[in-house]
């Protein structure tokens, strides 16, 4: 078969022609290229056509496997005396600036490494960890451009975990596209103000209303450069909060009494104590969500414990404040739960009322605007199993490009 003929069939290098085939152990193909004589040179800085040539030197370059042999290319790459930009490289339609492999090898790395961990797709191809990833790297750059924040008029924040020892990232989200915008290590106020520096004094303004838990680094970030916006506290945060503090905290406590009031009735107390005793769960999970047998636990427990009894009455009650519509009836029921938890002298939920009054506006920002982080949280899950799928990223970077193109919004 004439060599013209392979050209065709393997598509081609366009401004060069093949001249010799060789067959290397490993198994490796090697195709020696040479310049097609008719073929202009252009500079690969300002892209005019070049005549004088200043050196030509072989460069050995990467492309798609032949059958079950890697290929290689031995190609003569000149460097051009350009009159504008001086002695540079010249410019090759399937190879990049100074790279070591063609065009369509690393697109085909890239498409790979969008499904599979660096590592495999590494060995795969006999490259190296860090080659790899700086193919997928520029890959996303190209795809995905710099961060784009016309448009955003609500945003949703909240973090998530990214390393052991309690190291975590925040995230913005724009709810209505289901669009990361961003993506930052950190969650104290200043790793939040990038963010806001890049949205830009215009962008801030446009800004109506931004849901997140109960952070204080959050919101008062988000205040200082967004005036204006109204703060939707999520529910499953604050009954989250409730949760630890409240529900636990009298679980707790609870037992403790329990067991400091031993004396002659001593096996009856230690029998009321086994009830209460191991059902966190059972107290801070949804009713709905309880198997048969826990129910009946979760029965047994409000049953022997009135303080229990009260503080998961009105966990379900506090839920009840995102259902409303309109801010009237919302804080008709809000001044009723207050005046539950206030009168019921259980210290840790007295505590929680008072401190969570203050916040009511965020809560009562629910009725105009009915957002809440739960696609946050979705979100949060698939960041999980990326970094499961890689086990680990080295470069936060590299990390924040991956949870970008695996969220791009939808239309």
């Given at each position: 078969m004439a060599y013209e003929e392979i050209t065709a069939l393997l598509g081609g290098w366009e401004g060069f022609e093949l001249i010799g085939v060789e067959r290397a152990a490993g198994p490796q193909i090697v195709l020696r290229l040479?310049?097609?004589?008719?073929?202009?040179?252009?500079?690969?800085?300002?892209?005019?056509?070049?005549?004088?040539?200043?050196?030509?030197?072989?460069?050995?370059?990467?492309?798609?496997?032949?059958?079950d042999a890697a290929t290689w290319l031995i190609v003569p790459r000149a460097r051009l005396l350009c009159p504008q930009c001086g002695p540079?490289?010249?410019?090759?339609?399937?190879?990049?600036?100074?790279?070591?492999?063609?065009?369509?090898?690393?697109?085909?790395?890239?498409?790979?490494?969008?499904?599979?961990?660096?590592?495999?797709?590494?060995?795969?191809?006999?490259?190296?960890w860090d080659t790899v990833q700086a193919i997928d790297q520029a890959a996303m750059e190209r795809r995905l451009g710099p961060i784009d924040?016309?448009?955003?008029?609500?945003?949703?924040?909240?973090?998530?975990?990214?390393?052991?020892?309690?190291?975590?990232?925040?995230?913005?989200?724009?709810p209505s596209t289901r669009r990361v915008l961003w993506v930052g290590r950190g969650r104290k106020r200043e790793d939040l103000r990038p963010f806001f520096e890049l949205l830009g004094p215009a962008g801030c303004a446009a800004l109506t209303v931004a849901v997140m838990d109960m952070s204080e680094a959050y919101e008062q970030e988000t205040r200082q450069h967004c005036p204006q916006i109204r703060i939707v506290y999520d529910l499953f945060h604050v009954v989250a909060k409730f949760g630890r503090e409240v529900v636990d905290r009298v679980r707790v406590d609870e037992t403790n009494r329990i067991a400091r009031a031993a004396g002659p009735n001593a096996p009856a107390i230690r029998a009321r104590r086994r009830v209460i005793k191991g059902t966190r769960w059972v107290l801070l999970r949804n009713k709905a969500n309880l198997t048969r047998p826990e129910r009946i636990r979760l029965n047994e427990v409000l049953a022997a414990n009135r303080h229990l009894w009260v503080v998961y009455v009105l966990k379900d009650a506090l839920k009840e404040l995102w259902r409303y519509k309109y801010v009237g009836a919302a804080l008709n029921a809000w001044d009723e739960w207050y005046g539950w938890a206030t009168r019921s002298r259980i210290p840790a939920l007295v505590t929680f009322a008072r401190n969570l009054k203050p916040r009511?506006?965020?809560?009562?920002?629910?009725?105009?605007?009915?957002?809440?982080?739960?696609?946050?949280?979705?979100?949060?899950?698939?960041?999980?199993?990326?970094?499961?799928?890689?086990?680990?990223?080295?470069?936060?970077?590299?990390?924040?490009?991956?949870?970008?193109?695996a969220f791009p919004g939808i239309p």
């Open positions: 040479r310049p097609v004589a008719t073929a202009d040179k252009r500079c690969s800085g300002c892209g005019e056509v070049v005549t004088a040539i200043h050196e030509t030197v072989e460069r050995r370059v990467r492309d798609l496997p032949i059958l540079t490289v010249e410019a090759v339609p399937w190879l990049d600036r100074y790279a070591r492999m063609t065009t369509r090898f690393a697109d085909s790395v890239a498409r790979l490494a969008q499904l599979l961990p660096i590592q495999h797709v590494a060995s795969w191809f006999g490259l190296s924040l016309t448009g955003v008029r609500q945003i949703a924040i909240d973090e998530f975990a990214i390393q052991k020892g309690h190291r975590y990232a925040t995230s913005v989200v724009d009511l506006p965020g809560i009562l920002a629910h009725c105009h605007f009915p957002l809440h982080t739960g696609i946050l949280e979705g979100i949060n899950n698939k960041i999980k199993v990326l970094k499961r799928m890689a086990y680990g990223y080295r470069n936060d970077a590299y990390f924040f490009l991956k949870i970008r193109a």
